[in-house]
C-alpha cells in the first residue's frame, strides 16, 4: 500500500508563488495516476489537476488554468504541484491522491497541507 505526504504548503501573499511536494512511500506510484485536489474552508473538496503514470497527459480545472503546473519524478516517487500567480481564492487545505487511471477511481489520500493566500 502507498502512503502520501504532502509539504511545501504556507502564506504566501497574492501574486506569489509555492510548489508543494507529494512524497509516496510504501510502493512506487510509478504505475498509478497522481492528482491534486482542494477543499477550502465549509466547501467540498474539488479536483485541481492530474497527471498521468507516464507524466505524458495532464488535465487541470479550469481555475488553475495557465496558473498551476503538476509534474512528477518517478526516480523520486514524487509528484509536485507548482502554483503561480496564487490568488485568496485559491486558499485550501490541498491533498495528492492516487489511481489506477487519470480520471480515477482516486482511493489513496495524503494528509494534506494547508495553502493560505493573503490579498
Known amino acids: 500500500q502507498v502512503q502520501l505526504v504532502e509539504s511545501g504548503g504556507g502564506l504566501v501573499q497574492a501574486g506569489g508563488s509555492l510548489r508543494l511536494s507529494c512524497a509516496a512511500s510504501?510502493?512506487?506510484?510509478?504505475?498509478?495516476?497522481m492528482g491534486w485536489f482542494r477543499q477550502a474552508p465549509g466547501k467540498e473538496r474539488e479536483f485541481v489537476e492530474a497527471?498521468?503514470?507516464?507524466?505524458?497527459?495532464?488535465y487541470y480545472a479550469d481555475s488553475v488554468k495557465g496558473r498551476f503546473t503538476i509534474s512528477r519524478d518517478n526516480a523520486k516517487n514524487t509528484v509536485y504541484l507548482q502554483m503561480n500567480n496564487l490568488k485568496p481564492e485559491d486558499t485550501a487545505v490541498y491533498y495528492c491522491?492516487?489511481?489506477?487511471?487519470?480520471?480515477?477511481?482516486?482511493?489513496?489520500w495524503g494528509q494534506g497541507t494547508q495553502v493560505t493566500v493573503s490579498s
Open positions: 491522491a492516487a489511481a489506477p487511471g487519470l480520471k480515477g477511481p482516486y482511493d489513496t
Open positions: 510504501g510502493r512506487t506510484i510509478s504505475s498509478y495516476a
Open positions: 497527471i498521468s503514470w507516464s507524466g505524458d497527459n495532464t
